[in-house]
Nanobody, 124 residues
C-alpha cells in the first residue's frame, strides 16, 4: 500500500512554468512505477507521463513532449512533473498514480493507487 499527496498546482500565465510534486508514503517507493494523469474540464482522465521505479525509463504524451519532464527522487519518496511553456489547454486537475512492480504504462486502469489531485490553471 502507498499513499500519494500532490502539491504545486496553481494559476499561471501562458508560457509560464510550474513544478508538481507527489509525496509518497508506505512501502518502498522505488518498487512503484509512477505516472501523472490529468483531467481537463469536460474530459476523461488522460495520460501525461510515466517513469519506471529506478527512473531510467520515461514516456510522455506527444502533446507535452519538449515541455514537460517527469522525474523522481527515490531517496525523498517524491515524484515530480516539471511543466514549462504552459498553454491554456494544459488546464486540468493533475493526479499522480502508482503501480507495484510493473513496467511503465499509459493506461489509467493499470494503476492501483491515486492521489487526490492538484489543480493547474493556465490563463491566456
Amino acid at each position: 500500500q502507498v499513499q500519494l499527496v500532490e502539491s504545486g498546482g496553481g494559476l499561471v500565465q501562458a508560457g509560464g512554468s510550474l513544478r508538481l510534486s507527489c509525496a509518497a508514503s508506505g512501502r518502498t517507493f522505488s518498487w512503484y512505477t509512477m505516472a501523472w494523469f490529468r483531467r481537463a474540464p469536460g474530459k476523461n482522465r488522460g495520460f501525461v507521463a510515466t517513469i519506471s521505479g529506478t527512473g531510467g525509463t520515461t514516456r510522455v504524451v506527444d502533446s507535452v513532449k519538449g515541455r514537460f519532464t517527469i522525474s523522481r527522487d527515490n531517496a525523498k519518496n517524491t515524484l515530480y512533473l516539471q511543466m514549462n511553456s504552459l498553454k491554456p489547454e494544459d488546464t486540468a486537475v493533475y493526479y499522480c498514480a502508482a503501480k507495484y512492480l510493473s513496467s511503465i504504462s499509459d493506461a489509467v486502469g493499470g494503476y492501483d493507487y491515486w492521489g487526490q489531485g492538484t489543480q493547474v490553471t493556465v490563463s491566456s
